[in-house]
Each structure stands twice: as structure tokens, then as C-alpha cells.
């Protein structure tokens, strides 16, 4: 499941992972472009020990001098005094930093290179370098002007002028560069996946609200300038994603069924006001007698949703300004009834919350199969968790990728203290590309086949 996490979180990101790919192809690319080329030259030189009289000591005694003397050598190979010979004073500290020397292990041969960006110049330096240290370990390993020396260093290999650089290397700097990128990126999303608490998962959604996943709805381009899903004769996924969340409805306790269902969220702009309508429209196709109540008191939006007045309304009702009858108003899907907030009120949780409320909630249930009230989100205002206490079930929306967990934890802690009944939850705004939102199309059927689908539909339903 770990390995399937991390493929679902490439999937989901590749679009970022592959820009990162061509970010740090071209950065090494143009690293490379402006990179000088750099040639390296090298020299080998054998260490071997004599005696001071002139004549060749064992070969044991040879070996063990020869041997003591080389690991000190490679250091003295870049020393200022050896260095110093071959170039100008001035130049000394750079040379010094192009010039790698080493022992041979288990032998008793010094290997020195000598980096430049000129091929031949890397070689003149090179063999210079031997040159000089030869004529040095001459010196200072006479005991006296006239006596022999007791080391003796020999070049074995000079150098050659060398025919390819060394850096830059396109290919390995490429693929350092796609290396280090993917790396980065792939621990840059995972840490962001981990730190981001927002719901992404029904499983999510389920275990913070303590309650069913009833729907999952999925994203549509077009869903803002046409939010309802009567547009496409509801011929869409979102369509079909509202008839399931209808079907599950209709098992939320079966000997109990609520009868009144206040449809919320955490925050604005998570879908509740679009969930209500559309589920409002889904219920009534399926024949039941639905009334949407906007129960949002203080930003009322499903006129706007609906297309009908809502000067007049709930609140009006509430004042004993209007009669019931008279501003509740029918609308185009038969079978649904709106009724509008009205004027905005001073108190509207106290409205929400009085015995008035109460009767008209009594009255209308009797006159309906399902009364679908949109009500404002949970935290910003109390509203909601107010006709939550005084309605049947309570619909928690939650959007994708926006909605925290730690946000619908305080909603439902909000609805506890009032008893609330929490029906179920929905994952709004779904991308289609995520693996929790499912559709099966519809192919090209005309409007002609449509129909009997529908009074199928209609014939299993009961209806």
C-alpha cells in the first residue's frame, strides 16, 4: 500500500515532477555550455633507496627507505618550493590547487596530474613538475655536496598531451541534474502530502466527521456558470454522482428516514449551496415532493441558483409579514417547491431557533416528502447547528483539497452539543483524474433512448 501511495502521489504531480526534469536538464545543460574545458596531464616517478658510499644497499633496506620517503614525497610533489620552479611567483597558490598528487599503495611509486584548460600546457607543467622534483630529492637528500644521494627518484611515464577533457561531462552532469531533481521534488511532495491536512480521501472524510461518505461529486469545468445538473438533461457525471448520493439517502435508516435534512459545510465556498439544489432537483426527478429551504439568513444564494424572486420569503413568514402558502413558490422540475430566505434580519440565529421555526419545519413536513434546507456554514456562525437540533439530519459537505480535517472535527463537535443527527457526508469538487470519483459515460445516446431509461429509473424506484 506504501509503494501504491507514493505511485498515486506521482501520478497526481507529474505534471510538477516533469517540469522540475526540464528545469534541471536545461540549468545543466547551460552549466555545461559555460563550463571551460578542463584537460588533465599525469607523470609516474619511482622512489629508490642507495647507500652513501655509492654501492646499492639490499634490496630489503632499499624497499623500507624507499617506502618511508614516497607518502611524504606526495606532499612535498605541491609544495610552494617545488611549485614555485615551474611558473610565476604570482601564480603559485592557483597552480597549486590544479595539482593532485598521490602514493601508489604497496608500492613505491608517486603519481602527480596537473589540470589546465590547455591540453599542452598541462603536459609542459607535468613533466616540468617531475623535472623539478627530481632535481630537489637530489638535493636535499645528499647529506653533503659531495657525497651521493641516499634516495634516488627516476620519471617513468612522462606525460602526454592529453586528447579529451575531463569536465565538462554532458551526460553525467544531465543525469546528476535529473537525478538531484527527482529526488528533490519526490521529497518536496511527500513532505507536502504529509503536512497537508486537507481531505483528499472518502476514508479521510469518514473517519473525521464519524459518519457514512453518501456521495462523492465530482469536478466540472463548466459547474460554475451552470451549477444545476438540469443542463445536460442530467446527462453528466455530476448528474450521476447526485442520483447515487439520492440512492444512499433513501437507506439512511430505513424505519426512521428523515424527513427533514439540513444540508452544511465548514466554510463557505465548499459546495453546500450547489449540493442543496442539485440534491433538491435529484429527489424531485425521482418523484419525491421536495421543498428547498434556503435557510441561509444572511447570504442567501439559491435564488441566484434557481432564477426565481426571493424579496420575500422565510424570514417573512417568521415576522408574520406573509402567509406560507404565498411565498412558497414552485419551479420548473415538477414536484419542486423553494422556499426563498427573504429579507436579510438583524437576528437570524434567533429566528433559526424559535418556537415559529419550529411549526413551520412541523407544518411543511407534512405537507412534503423531504425538506432539503440550505443552511450556512458550521463555524463562522451558529445558524446552522440551530436548525441541525431541530430537524431530522444534518448533511456535512466537504470539499476537496480544501476542507481541513481538523475543520470538520470542529463542525462536528459543534453538532454534538445540540444533538444533532450527522445522516452522512460528501467529498465535493472531486477531480475526475482521482481515483475516488468514478464515471461510466453515457456514449452518444439521443434523447429518444433517454426516455425509457428514465421511466425505467422511475419503474425501480417505486415512483
Known amino acids: 500500500m506504501e509503494a501504491l501511495y507514493y505511485v498515486r502521489l506521482a501520478g497526481r504531480n507529474w505534471l510538477l515532477i516533469l517540469l522540475a526534469l526540464i528545469a534541471a536538464v536545461a540549468a545543466a545543460l547551460v552549466v555545461t555550455a559555460n563550463t571551460p574545458p578542463r584537460y588533465v596531464a599525469s607523470i609516474s616517478m619511482l622512489v629508490s633507496g642507495q647507500n652513501r658510499e655509492g654501492g646499492l644497499t639490499t634490496a630489503y633496506q632499499a624497499g623500507m627507505l624507499s617506502a618511508q620517503r614516497v607518502t611524504s614525497y606526495a606532499t612535498l610533489l605541491t609544495s610552494r618550493r617545488v611549485v614555485g620552479q615551474i611558473t610565476d611567483p604570482a601564480d603559485v597558490h592557483r597552480l597549486q590547487g590544479d595539482i593532485t598528487a598521490e602514493a601508489v599503495p604497496d608500492t613505491v611509486l608517486l603519481r602527480a596530474t596537473v589540470a589546465d584548460p590547455d591540453p599542452a600546457r598541462a603536459a609542459r607543467l607535468a613533466n616540468a613538475l617531475g623535472d623539478a622534483f627530481i632535481r630537489l630529492i637530489d638535493q636535499i637528500e645528499r647529506p653533503t655536496p659531495e657525497s651521493r644521494p641516499s634516495v634516488k627518484v627516476t620519471m617513468v611515464d612522462r606525460a602526454e598531451v592529453p586528447g579529451a577533457p575531463i569536465s565538462p561531462r554532458p551526460l553525467v552532469n544531465v543525469a546528476l541534474a535529473s537525478l538531484?531533481?527527482?529526488?528533490?521534488?519526490?521529497?518536496?511532495?511527500?513532505?507536502?502530502?504529509?503536512?497537508?491536512?486537507?481531505?483528499?480521501?472518502?476514508?479521510?472524510?469518514?473517519?473525521?466527521?464519524?459518519?457514512s461518505v453518501l456521495g462523492v461529486i465530482g469536478y466540472e469545468r463548466d459547474a460554475r456558470r451552470h451549477p444545476l445538473i438540469v443542463r445536460d438533461r442530467g446527462r453528466s457525471h455530476r448528474s450521476e454522482a447526485f442520483r447515487s448520493l439520492r440512492t444512499n439517502l433513501r437507506f439512511i435508516g430505513v424505519d426512521h428516514r428523515p424527513r427533514s435534512l439540513v444540508v452544511t459545510s465548514c466554510l463557505p465556498g465548499e459546495g453546500k449551496s450547489s449540493t442543496?439544489?442539485?440534491?433538491?432537483?435529484?429527489?424531485?426527478?425521482?418523484?419525491?415532493?421536495?421543498?428547498?429551504?434556503?435557510?441561509?439568513?444572511?447570504?442567501?444564494?439559491?435564488?441566484?441558483?434557481?432564477?426565481?424572486?426571493?424579496?420575500?420569503?422565510?424570514?417573512?413568514?417568521?415576522?408574520?409579514?406573509?402567509?406560507?402558502?404565498?411565498?412558497?413558490?414552485?419551479?420548473?422540475?415538477?414536484?419542486?417547491?423553494?422556499?426563498?430566505?427573504?429579507?436579510?434580519?438583524p437576528n437570524p440565529s434567533e429566528l433559526l431557533g424559535s418556537q415559529g421555526m419550529r411549526q413551520i419545519l412541523t407544518r411543511l413536513t407534512e405537507d412534503y416528502d423531504m425538506l432539503i434546507v440550505d443552511a450556512p456554514p458550521l463555524l463562522p456562525v451558529t445558524?446552522?447547528?440551530?436548525?441541525?437540533?431541530?430537524?431530522?439530519?444534518?448533511?456535512?459537505?466537504?470539499?476537496?483539497?480544501?476542507t481541513r480535517r481538523e475543520h470538520v472535527t470542529r463542525a462536528v463537535d459543534l453538532l454534538s452539543p445540540v444533538n444533532a443527527r450527522v445522516v452522512g457526508s460528501v467529498l465535493n469538487f472531486t477531480p475526475a483524474r482521482s481515483?475516488?470519483?468514478?464515471?461510466?459515460?453515457?456514449?452518444?445516446?439521443?434523447?429518444?433512448?433517454?426516455?425509457?431509461?428514465?421511466?425505467?429509473?422511475k419503474t425501480l424506484t417505486g415512483v
Request: proline share 5%; glycine share 8%; hydrophobic share 40%.
Open 180 to 211: 538531484t531533481a527527482l529526488l528533490a521534488s519526490a521529497g518536496w511532495l511527500i513532505l507536502r502530502d504529509r503536512l497537508d491536512t486537507t481531505i483528499k480521501t472518502s476514508e479521510a472524510l469518514r473517519q473525521v466527521s464519524n459518519s
Open 383 to 402: 445558524d446552522a447547528a440551530t436548525l441541525a437540533a431541530i430537524c431530522d439530519g444534518t448533511l456535512l459537505v466537504a470539499r476537496y483539497g480544501k
Open 276 to 345: 442543496s439544489a442539485n440534491l433538491a432537483i435529484t429527489l424531485a426527478q425521482a418523484g419525491w415532493r421536495v421543498l428547498l429551504v434556503d435557510g441561509d439568513l444572511r447570504r442567501p444564494s439559491i435564488p441566484g441558483y434557481l432564477g426565481i424572486e426571493g424579496a420575500v420569503g422565510l424570514t417573512d413568514v417568521l415576522i408574520d409579514k406573509a402567509r406560507l402558502e404565498d411565498v412558497v413558490q414552485s419551479w420548473n422540475e415538477p414536484n419542486l417547491s423553494v422556499l426563498p430566505s427573504g429579507r436579510i434580519p
Open 435 to 457: 481515483s475516488l470519483y468514478y464515471g461510466y459515460g453515457y456514449g452518444y445516446d439521443s434523447p429518444e433512448t433517454a426516455a425509457p431509461q428514465n421511466e425505467k429509473v
